[in-house]
């Protein structure tokens, strides 16, 4: 029995043991898998805190190199030479930022000295969306591993968080003027049609919950919980297009030209009318504001200061000598001022005998095509048969006639052998002049009518008005033989008088002295002779003439007649494919407003005189005037239908949106329509080498640096009354608050207190972002009225609307005889509807605006792209600011590249007429939402655990955050303060 209990002791003994060892081992096990776990935990612990730490460096850097004003930034891809499609760039997504103070670069991405070229040595993947991006990694300091940063610029992409708030503008604002305010600029991107294009269908913007969730989303992903959206799809597209699309994104209204802020023009319609240059230069003390002047004030306010549909013309009284002007005389396109000379016979009377007399005069007549070129209807009907001014004093017309600094006249007696010189040079009573036109109508809008001298200012029943000029010095007889030799005006030795001029002035105002908008000088008028034939018994023939001779049907029919006509050089050829020449290059080339015309008859075709065609002085016996079918040619018919329409300037009707507004204005020197047009050739367009240096390329003469420099906020004339919550008819302004609560928002520094949603960097090299950009949302309700300004009963569908006539695009888009212009819906037919010669009116003339396909919006984003590419290849740099762009010509080449554009159907469209698409046009719809640099960026940060024994990868970690550049400046050298807005860690199935 002992051994049999002696042998259960030795199994229980073993038993225990063994538990005791299993016990062993797992208490072993268990504490291997927590100090595993708690390595694990340090690991992941030391990976996050070496994101966070690369985070740190990485807003150092950001805030260091981006934070002063005059910094642009752009992704390493711009540096590719679209060219050479070699792709030379290892790293495209990089972000760099360069310094336009001492033009360097910074690669705004971990690690020293990195180059956008190189792949890096040592770096790690991080992905947006199927961007695939090679991120330097550092060495973390008192840490064992490494870190690594890439900052995203989301001022490159576009925004896809903006909904329609034009219907939510309460600030002076009717259904009509919101509808204005929405053409004004691109305001609304259509996100709807351009998600269905990319094969989305299920997209409804117009729900109101989608409007919602546009509002409200602050990330890209977040689009994926629109109801109305395919999750799965939507998923698809936004991996396809994370880097060009972006959920919101906002820009302080920096000036990288200058450095600070952008000046507020808005602030213009608060001060009186009344202010004086003085007033406005210590107002507005940017560089440059010696080009905005009293006249930009005027436009600046005219909308409020002009509510009737009917305007008076107006013409400021330093008109002559503005280097901006603003007025609304009419135009006078054609002008024909037929002249004879004779000595006058009296009658017999009361028993005396009358015969021919000493006296000489000088008989005239006058008409011409006057043309009311603006979008709204201009009042030349004053209802008065008028005298002259020099008869009548305090009668008016529409427009007075002066003609001055004629040569000297020798009037040669061959039967008396005697000679008069009269207009001797020095004389104190030259011959002077004066007659008129008057339209006895309204001129609609764009109205081309021909217009006559009132009849009361002619002699009775001769047409004509008799000016005594001079005495013969021996009393002629009815049958002598006469000649009249005219000298040349050049002979005169007098500097001031440069050559014959007509001097236009507007007489409608009720001035005592017409205000002169514009003149007309003729160089080298005179030497030609006129001979008189007293053998003939008509009276058309000898220079001593009864009293009833010289009348209108002699002037019109004699060869002894001169005087001064001249006309636009307008001609259109439809049939040339390739443009007409002549028509393009006079509205492309030269304003027919500048207030001097200088044509010099020796060399007819030089200077002015390429567009204004001058008959020679002894080239007046025709009976074909104002007969031509050129483009500014009126209808002698008179009646509505038969009147030709060229609206060619749109004055404002709603608030100034687009500093590209300011193109209504003539600005005296440049080519018409200067800002943002490269029409003519690069640079030129705008640019005026005012120093003499040769250099086009300097911004102070370029009227484009007003992009840079100014901005409409549209803020109220009580801004305290602006909600902040309530949309501007400048939609996408939103406020920003101080933590002080300093606030600008009632003066010309209200950027101070302002930010602008949803714009784009013109360095963008995303075709998707420019795209968006470039698409406008569809109008499916566009409603029109006739030239007449009748409404037409019916609303047109209209896609990528761009607006050269944003106040007045529907009025006039069909004509009195109910003709509807369908040029306008170029999606469908791209044919011009009329020609203009055999109908008039040509519909690109009219309709003020341009529709793209969806064909033609992504070929136009590519070529920008591509130019955007060319520039920074051929400067070294990207555009340093928006004059920078608009110089470029990378607008206008690339609406150039696609020919369909501007020749539809093989028919070109004139340039910078209405309906051609421009630069500028381009430039006046976005000009309120580019910037050349950006305020908003995520920072994506890495961090890693290493083994130190092993050097083996423990642990990763990434975040991101989003950083938004404010306007209050956090020191002089680290300029604006960055702020983070949003911040989150990043987890594997968001990568």
Same mark, same amino acid.
């Given at each position: 029995?002992?051994?049999?209990?002696?042998?259960?002791?030795?199994?229980?003994?073993?038993?225990?043991?063994?538990?005791?060892?299993?016990?062993?081992?797992?208490?072993?096990?268990?504490?291997?898998?927590?100090?595993?776990?708690?390595?694990?935990?340090?690991?992941?612990?030391?990976?996050?805190?070496?994101?966070?730490?690369?985070?740190?460096?990485?807003?150092?850097?950001?805030?260091?190199?981006?934070?002063?004003?005059?910094?642009?930034?752009?992704?390493?891809?711009?540096?590719?030479?679209?060219?050479?499609?070699?792709?030379?760039?290892?790293?495209?997504?990089?972000?760099?930022?360069?310094?336009?103070?001492?033009?360097?670069?910074?690669?705004?991405?971990?690690?020293?000295?990195?180059?956008?070229?190189?792949?890096?040595?040592?770096?790690?993947?991080?992905?947006?969306?199927?961007?695939?991006?090679?991120?330097?990694?550092?060495?973390?300091?008192?840490?064992?591993?490494?870190?690594?940063?890439?900052?995203?610029?989301?001022?490159?992409?576009?925004?896809?968080?903006?909904?329609?708030?034009?219907?939510?503008?309460?600030?002076?604002?009717?259904?009509?003027?919101?509808?204005?305010?929405?053409?004004?600029?691109?305001?609304?991107?259509?996100?709807?049609?351009?998600?269905?294009?990319?094969?989305?269908?299920?997209?409804?913007?117009?729900?109101?919950?989608?409007?919602?969730?546009?509002?409200?989303?602050?990330?890209?992903?977040?689009?994926?919980?629109?109801?109305?959206?395919?999750?799965?799809?939507?998923?698809?597209?936004?991996?396809?297009?994370?880097?060009?699309?972006?959920?919101?994104?906002?820009?302080?209204?920096?000036?990288?030209?200058?450095?600070?802020?952008?000046?507020?023009?808005?602030?213009?319609?608060?001060?009186?009318?009344?202010?004086?240059?003085?007033?406005?230069?210590?107002?507005?003390?940017?560089?440059?504001?010696?080009?905005?002047?009293?006249?930009?004030?005027?436009?600046?306010?005219?909308?409020?200061?002009?509510?009737?549909?009917?305007?008076?013309?107006?013409?400021?009284?330093?008109?002559?000598?503005?280097?901006?002007?603003?007025?609304?005389?009419?135009?006078?396109?054609?002008?024909?001022?037929?002249?004879?000379?004779?000595?006058?016979?009296?009658?017999?009377?009361?028993?005396?005998?009358?015969?021919?007399?000493?006296?000489?005069?000088?008989?005239?007549?006058?008409?011409?095509?006057?043309?009311?070129?603006?979008?709204?209807?201009?009042?030349?009907?004053?209802?008065?048969?008028?005298?002259?001014?020099?008869?009548?004093?305090?009668?008016?017309?529409?427009?007075?006639?002066?003609?001055? @600094?004629?040569?000297?006249?020798?009037?040669?007696?061959?039967?008396?052998?005697?000679?008069?010189?009269?207009?001797?040079?020095?004389?104190?009573?030259?011959?002077?002049?004066?007659?008129?036109?008057?339209?006895?109508?309204?001129?609609?809008?764009?109205?081309?009518?021909?217009?006559?001298?009132?009849?009361?200012?002619?002699?009775?029943?001769?047409?004509?008005?008799?000016?005594?000029?001079?005495?013969?010095?021996?009393?002629?007889?009815?049958?002598?033989?006469?000649?009249?030799?005219?000298? @040349?005006?050049?002979?005169?030795?007098?500097?001031?008088?440069?050559?014959?001029?007509?001097?236009?002035?507007?007489?409608?105002?009720?001035?005592?002295?017409?205000?002169?908008?514009?003149?007309?000088?003729?160089?080298?008028?005179?030497?030609?002779?006129?001979?008189?034939?007293?053998?003939?018994?008509?009276?058309?023939?000898?220079?001593?003439?009864?009293?009833?001779?010289?009348?209108?049907?002699?002037?019109?029919?004699?060869?002894?007649?001169?005087?001064?006509?001249?006309?636009?050089?307008?001609?259109?050829?439809?049939?040339?494919?390739?443009?007409?020449?002549?028509?393009?290059?006079?509205?492309?080339?030269?304003?027919?407003?500048?207030?001097?015309?200088?044509?010099?008859?020796?060399?007819?075709?030089?200077?002015?005189?390429?567009?204004?065609?001058?008959?020679?002085?002894?080239?007046?016996?025709?009976?074909?005037?104002?007969?031509?079918?050129?483009?500014?040619?009126?209808?002698?018919?008179?009646?509505?239908?038969?009147?030709?329409?060229?609206?060619?300037?749109?004055?404002?009707?709603?608030?100034?949106?687009?500093?590209?507004?300011?193109?209504?204005?003539?600005?005296?020197?440049?080519?018409?329509?200067?800002?943002?047009?490269?029409?003519?050739?690069?640079?030129?367009?705008?640019?005026?080498?005012?120093?003499?240096?040769?250099?086009?390329?300097?911004?102070?003469?370029?009227?484009?640096?007003?992009?840079?420099?100014?901005?409409?906020?549209?803020?109220?004339?009580?801004?305290?009354?602006?909600?902040?919550?309530?949309?501007?008819?400048?939609?996408?302004?939103?406020?920003?608050?101080?933590?002080?609560?300093?606030?600008?928002?009632?003066?010309?520094?209200?950027?101070?207190?302002?930010?602008?949603?949803?714009?784009?960097?013109?360095?963008?090299?995303?075709? @998707?972002?420019?795209?968006?950009?470039?698409?406008?949302?569809?109008?499916?309700?566009?409603?029109?009225?006739?030239?007449?300004?009748?409404?037409?009963?019916? *609303?047109?569908?209209?896609?990528?609307?761009?607006?050269?006539?944003?106040?007045?695009?529907?009025?006039?888009?069909?004509?009195?005889?109910?003709?509807?212009?369908?040029?306008?819906?170029?999606?469908?037919?791209?044919?011009?509807?009329?020609?203009?010669?055999?109908?008039?009116?040509?519909?690109?003339?009219?309709?003020?605006?341009?529709?793209?396909?969806?064909?033609? *919006?992504?070929?136009?984003?590519?070529?920008?792209?591509?130019?955007?590419?060319?520039?920074?290849?051929?400067?070294?740099?990207?555009?340093?600011?928006?004059?920078?762009?608009?110089?470029?010509?990378?607008?206008?080449?690339?609406?150039?590249?696609?020919?369909?554009?501007?020749?539809?159907?093989?028919?070109?469209?004139?340039?910078?007429?209405?309906?051609?698409?421009?630069?500028?046009?381009?430039?006046?719809?976005?000009?309120?939402?580019?910037?050349?640099?950006?305020?908003?960026?995520?920072?994506?940060?890495?961090?890693?655990?290493?083994?130190?024994?092993?050097?083996?990868?423990?642990?990763?970690?990434?975040?991101?955050?989003?950083?938004?550049?404010?306007?209050?400046?956090?020191?002089?050298?680290?300029?604006?303060?960055?702020?983070?807005?949003?911040?989150?860690?990043?987890?594997?199935?968001?990568?």
């Amino acid at each position: 029995m002992r051994r049999q209990a002696s042998g259960f002791a030795l199994i229980v003994a073993i038993s225990l043991m063994s538990f005791i060892i299993l016990m062993l081992l797992s208490l072993s096990t268990l504490v291997s898998v927590e100090l595993a776990t708690t390595q694990q935990s340090k690991a992941q612990l030391t990976a996050r805190e070496n994101a966070r730490f690369a985070l740190m460096v990485a807003l150092g850097e950001l805030q260091k190199h981006a934070g002063p004003d005059q910094r642009v930034t752009a992704r390493a891809e711009i540096l590719d030479n679209p060219d050479t499609n070699q792709n030379e760039i290892a790293n495209p997504h990089w972000l760099g930022v360069w310094n336009v103070e001492d033009d360097t670069r910074t690669m705004l991405v971990s690690g020293d000295n990195v180059d956008p070229t190189i792949v890096p040595s040592e770096s790690t993947i991080i992905t947006s969306g199927n961007v695939s991006v090679n991120v330097p990694l550092v060495e973390a300091p008192d840490l064992n591993g490494l870190y690594g940063y890439w900052i995203r610029d989301e001022g490159l992409k576009a925004s896809l968080g903006l909904s329609d708030k034009t219907d939510d503008i309460g600030l002076r604002s009717t259904p009509t003027q919101q509808d204005r305010y929405q053409r004004a600029a691109g305001q609304i991107f259509g996100f709807q049609d351009f998600i269905r294009e990319e094969g989305i269908s299920d997209f409804n913007q117009s729900e109101e919950n989608t409007v919602g969730y546009l509002d409200r989303i602050t990330q890209l992903h977040e689009l994926r919980l629109i109801p109305s959206l395919s999750e799965s799809t939507m998923n698809t597209w936004l991996q396809n297009n994370a880097e060009s699309f972006t959920s919101t994104n906002l820009f302080t209204l920096t000036n990288t030209l200058d450095g600070g802020l952008r000046q507020d023009l808005s602030h213009l319609k608060r001060l009186p009318a009344t202010t004086s240059q003085v007033e406005l230069d210590a107002t507005y003390d940017n560089p440059q504001w010696d080009m905005l002047t009293e006249r930009l004030h005027d436009f600046i306010r005219f909308n409020q200061d002009n509510t009737a549909d009917v305007l008076t013309p107006n013409v400021d009284e330093d008109h002559m000598d503005d280097p901006i002007i603003f007025s609304t005389a009419p135009y006078v396109s054609e002008l024909a001022i037929v002249c004879g000379l004779g000595a006058r016979s009296l009658p017999n009377s009361g028993g005396v005998a009358g015969g021919p007399t000493r006296d000489i005069y000088l008989y005239f007549y006058i008409f011409g095509d006057v043309l009311s070129p603006y979008t709204r209807n201009l009042n030349l009907d004053n209802g008065k048969d008028i005298l002259p001014t020099s008869i009548d004093p305090t009668a008016k017309s529409d427009i007075s006639i002066v003609v001055s @600094n004629f040569p000297e006249i020798r009037l040669i007696n061959s039967t008396k052998r005697s000679t008069t010189t009269i207009n001797e040079v020095g004389t104190t009573d030259p011959i002077v002049i004066e007659g008129s036109l008057n339209s006895f109508y309204e001129h609609k809008a764009g109205y081309m009518r021909p217009c006559s001298q009132p009849s009361g200012s002619y002699e009775s029943g001769r047409g004509t008005i008799a000016y005594k000029i001079g005495e013969l010095r021996v009393t002629p007889e009815t049958w002598d033989v006469f000649k009249v030799r005219f000298g @040349n005006v050049a002979d005169n030795p007098d500097p001031e008088v440069e050559g014959l001029t007509i001097s236009l002035r507007e007489s409608n105002t009720n001035d005592t002295t017409p205000r002169e908008f514009q003149r007309i000088v003729l160089r080298n008028w005179g030497d030609f002779e006129i001979e008189y034939d007293a053998s003939n018994s008509d009276n058309d023939t000898r220079f001593v003439r009864g009293i009833s001779a010289m009348d209108r049907s002699h002037l019109s029919s004699g060869n002894w007649t001169f005087g001064v006509h001249y006309r636009l050089d307008d001609e259109w050829n439809e049939t040339v494919a390739t443009g007409s020449e002549q028509l393009d290059e006079m509205l492309s080339e030269w304003d027919m407003r500048a207030p001097k015309i200088t044509v010099d008859l020796n060399n007819p075709e030089d200077g002015d005189g390429k567009y204004l065609d001058v008959f020679s002085p002894d080239d007046l016996e025709r009976l074909n005037f104002m007969t031509t079918t050129d483009v500014f040619q009126g209808a002698w018919t008179g009646n509505d239908t038969n009147n030709r329409l060229a609206r060619i300037y749109d004055l404002p009707k709603t608030e100034m949106i687009s500093i590209g507004a300011l193109n209504e204005l003539h600005f005296v020197g440049r080519k018409p329509k200067p800002l943002g047009n490269t029409v003519a050739g690069k640079d030129t367009a705008n640019l005026t080498d005012t120093n003499g240096d040769g250099d086009f390329n300097d911004p102070e003469e370029s009227l484009n640096n007003y992009f840079d420099r100014y901005f409409f906020s549209t803020l109220p004339n009580q801004p305290n009354s602006w909600s902040k919550d309530t949309p501007l008819p400048n939609t996408r302004i939103r406020h920003f608050e101080h933590f002080d609560g300093t606030s600008n928002l009632g003066n010309e520094d209200s950027a101070t207190n302002l930010m602008v949603e949803g714009g784009l960097n013109v360095n963008s090299t995303s075709d @998707n972002a420019w795209r968006a950009l470039l698409s406008p949302a569809f109008i499916d309700d566009f409603s029109y009225t006739n030239d007449l300004g009748t409404t037409v009963a019916q *609303t047109l569908n209209i896609e990528r609307p761009f607006f050269n006539y944003p106040f007045t695009s529907g009025e006039g888009l069909a004509d009195s005889r109910g003709r509807y212009y369908g040029y306008i819906s170029g999606n469908q037919d791209k044919a011009l509807g009329t020609n203009i010669k055999a109908d008039g009116t040509h519909e690109v003339f009219l309709q003020g605006f341009r529709e793209l396909s969806a064909t033609e *919006t992504r070929e136009l984003a590519e070529e920008i792209v591509d130019g955007i590419q060319r520039y920074c290849v051929n400067e070294g740099h990207p555009f340093y600011s928006l004059t920078e762009f608009a110089n470029s010509g990378v607008l206008q080449d690339a609406i150039d590249a696609v020919p369909s554009i501007n020749s539809p159907d093989g028919k070109h469209i004139p340039k910078l007429s209405p309906g051609y698409l421009s630069a500028g046009s381009i430039m006046n719809m976005v000009s309120p939402y580019v910037f050349a640099r950006s305020d908003t960026f995520k920072i994506r940060s890495y961090g890693e655990t290493r083994n130190p024994i092993t050097d083996k990868i423990e642990a990763t970690a990434q975040c991101e955050i989003v950083v938004q550049r404010m306007p209050d400046v956090l020191s002089p050298t680290l300029g604006r303060r960055f702020e983070i807005v949003a911040f989150e860690w990043i987890n594997e199935s968001d990568i």
